[in-house]
């Protein structure tokens, strides 16, 4: 089946840094890809959705600044977060639609101290 | 709007009973899909079940199989003979077509030894 990882795993940072994740479609080509956040306990919220070689979409309150998504190719896509706070700690999940499914990524735990 | 409701934040079944999940969805499109995610303590998303909704018959996958009832736009998930790995956050979710999944709060399943 479809593959799609993401590194790293977790990531310890402090405030006022910066982080990226990567998000790669192992072994097909994806068009699309997804950003999601999720809280403890809570479900998975859409943060912006990214086409290849062009702009992302953003969700409705989602900081487009704060949050820079670049989907360079069909395999890669990169969410970085600039300039972050403790309130930025979260879990983000990445997906990659081939065609018609859309496949996860095993998640980035993110903790800014 | 477009929303997804699930109305058991949390559920527990006797391992080998069978349990039900339910889920609700709102929506004035005609072509979309239905799905239920697992999210284990590794917060993979693993794809339970799918269901096209020009299909009238039930989709089943081995032990899981679903209630669509799309007049009453329910879309129920049912576990028979319940193993200790079934244990999990179980996120039903809709498509509209070809566009970004929405998702529902999630139901804690707890399997009872």
């Known amino acids: 089946g479809a593959v799609v990882s993401q590194h790293p795993s977790w990531v310890i940072c402090k405030s006022g840094t910066s982080v990226k994740i990567e998000c790669r479609s192992l072994d097909f080509q994806a068009t699309t890809m997804f950003w999601y956040r999720q809280f403890p306990k809570q479900s998975l919220m859409l943060m912006a959705t990214?086409?290849?070689?062009?702009?992302?979409?953003?969700e409705q309150g989602v900081e487009k600044d704060k949050f820079l998504i670049n989907h360079a190719s069909l395999t890669l896509s990169t969410l970085t977060v600039t300039s972050a706070h403790p309130e930025d700690s979260s879990f983000y999940i990445c997906s990659a639609k081939e065609t018609y499914e859309q496949y996860f990524g095993p998640g980035t735990r993110l903790t800014v101290t | 709007a477009q929303t997804v409701t699930q109305s058991q934040p949390e559920m527990s079944v006797q391992e080998a009973e069978t349990v039900t999940l339910s889920c609700t969805y709102d929506?004035?499109?005609?072509?979309?899909?239905l799905f239920w995610y697992k999210q284990p303590p590794s917060r993979q998303m693993i794809l339970v079940i799918r269901q096209e909704a020009y299909k009238q018959q039930n989709a089943t996958e081995n032990r899981f199989s679903v209630n669509f009832q799309k007049a009453a736009k329910s879309f129920s998930l049912k576990i028979s003979d319940s193993q200790l790995g079934d244990a999990a956050m179980y996120f039903c979710a809709y498509r509209p077509g070809a566009n970004n999944l929405f998702f529902g709060t999630g139901t804690r399943l707890t399997v009872i030894p």
């Open positions: 929506t004035s499109e005609s072509d979309y899909y």
């Open positions: 990214s086409n290849e070689g062009s702009k992302a979409t953003y």
